[in-house]
């Protein structure tokens, strides 16, 4: 979740009642029809097993209860949404060597004594859908038991959670440390089903610049988190290739710089300490990191994260939960044996029905890696027709929030991390978190406030006419 979600929305659906009777079932011929058309459509993946795409899914946000019809825009994922998406996420990839789901599984304003049976029921749900593979989880700002943000420390909610996903994550002794690790923090190593590669989970969302850490019992989360990840970065093994997996990316928040500040100040997602020091663990070239995944923005894009020490790709995963005027989606990658993304596909719920949206080779990307993005960044600002692809393929088919009139601030934000290198890069002058137009504006209005409150105290302060 991006500081966007600060604006009036529509609130989500009324929660499920963990005490009312449960949501039913779809009816099992459904499940069979479905079961079977994955199974022609995915033979030629089943074949060759090994090749087989990987599937990235990312706030779901959750809301449990009855449902007719999937979530409209403006609303989180209902039971129905979350149904129709894990059979199409089956009928694409109907066995995914892995599934990354890159954290916010609960819907907004869920009831904090419904965070633990929800996620419990999202881990049943998922593991029926997917009994083979072998699944990574982060947590979200959302995912909390004592408000947004909140993510708590240790304590019974995350030992629940780590309980109910150790089976996923630790399928086939992957993450052998999963369930004492993600407790504590939210962090952990996993291996992937590939030869020397590794993935290491952060909980990020200490990080951000709306953190509270009010949560009983909590430490000093950020500063221990993050040493803990780059502790867990230290401890790879020469040669050995690792992913990245967190929340929130770090960088600057596009739209909420664009829409809600209008560029009267930049908003980042995380505090500068907090970026910087993910930053230089993840582009140490002893940590060999060769991409970072995140989630939140609710949209399909892509980031590069670099500094003095190196540079690394991140992919930024499109969200479930349509609240914010996407089209529902999920994505399906390409993985190559040297772990580079070949290929990311988009899948997005359009008019009621699930397309293939598009992919990373519609945008003439042939790898991701940094290289073809530094590419790509060309193209895309010399080409409007390229940029509008991108658009829709941004937003998952939904309303567009990259437009001709802003695209820039949205380009700016690929590669230029830091609230200064952002402000250089859009034209906005300035420094900081606020930009000259914003200080112009605060200096105009500090100095209408003073001119009125003068006012205010001559009038007062003024000998009063004496009547005879």
Same mark, same amino acid.
């Given at each position: ?28 011929? *459904? ?37 007719? *019809? ?218 060999? /990191? ?26 930024? /995963?499109?969200?479930?939960?349509? +609240? ?40 003439? /990307? ?35 929030? +990259? ?58 302060? *003024?000998?009063?006419? /004496?009547?005879?």
């Amino acid at each position: 979740m991006t500081l966007r979600k600060t604006r009036a929305a529509k609130p989500p659906d009324p929660p499920f009642k963990i005490g009312a009777a449960k949501p039913p079932d779809p009816p099992r011929w *459904r499940v069979a029809a479905l079961v079977f058309a994955a199974s022609l459509a995915g033979a030629p993946a089943a074949a060759r097993a090994a090749q087989a795409p990987w599937l990235a899914i990312s706030d779901v946000h959750y809301g449990p209860g009855p449902s007719r *019809r999937p979530s409209r825009f403006g609303k989180d994922t209902n039971f129905s949404l979350l149904l129709t998406m894990l059979a199409e996420a089956r009928l694409v990839d109907p066995n995914p060597p892995v599934v990354l789901l890159s954290g916010d599984f609960l819907a907004h304003g869920l009831p904090d004594r419904d965070a633990t049976p929800t996620f419990v029921e999202l881990a049943r749900r998922f593991n029926e859908t997917f009994p083979h593979a072998q699944f990574l989880i982060t947590l979200g700002n959302n995912d909390s038991n004592c408000g947004d943000y909140q993510v708590p420390i240790d304590g019974p909610f995350l030992a629940a959670i780590a309980n109910a996903w150790e089976p996923l994550v630790n399928r086939r002794g992957a993450a052998p440390d999963f369930a004492k690790r993600f407790a504590h923090d939210g962090g952990y190593v996993a291996r992937l089903p590939l030869p020397g590669l590794r993935v290491v989970v952060a909980n990020d969302v200490v990080g951000s610049l709306r953190y509270g850490n009010s949560c009983a019992g909590q430490v000093d989360a950020p500063a221990e988190v993050i040493a803990g990840f780059r502790r867990d970065l230290d401890a790879g093994k020469a040669g050995e290739r690792t992913w990245v997996l967190f929340h929130i990316p770090p960088g600057i928040d596009a739209y909420s710089t664009t829409y809600l500040a209008h560029h009267l100040g930049i908003l980042p997602f995380l505090k500068p300490s907090a970026r910087e020091s993910l930053d230089a663990a993840i582009t140490d070239p002893r940590h060999g /990191v060769t991409l970072a995944i995140a989630g939140h923005t609710h949209k399909f894009g892509f980031r590069i994260d670099s500094n003095g020490n190196g540079h690394v790709p991140m992919l930024l /995963v499109p969200s479930v939960s349509p +609240i914010f005027n996407n089209g529902p989606s999920f994505l399906t990658l390409d993985v190559a044996s040297d772990a580079t993304l070949n290929d990311a596909t988009e899948w997005s719920y359009v008019h009621r029905k699930w397309l293939r949206l598009g992919d990373l080779r519609a945008l003439g /990307v042939a790898r991701f890696t940094v290289p073809e993005l530094e590419a790509l960044q060309g193209r895309l600002a010399r080409d409007p027709a390229l940029r509008a692809t991108f658009s829709r393929l941004y937003s998952g088919g939904g309303p567009p929030e +990259i437009k001709p009139s802003n695209w820039r601030s949205y380009w700016c934000a690929v590669d230029n991390l830091s609230s200064t290198a952002y402000e250089r890069c859009t034209g906005q002058g300035g420094f900081s978190i606020i930009t000259e137009r914003g200080l112009l504006l605060a200096g105009f209005v500090a100095a209408l406030l003073a001119g009125l409150a003068g006012l205010f105290f001559f009038l007062r302060l *003024r000998p009063k006419a /004496v009547r005879p």
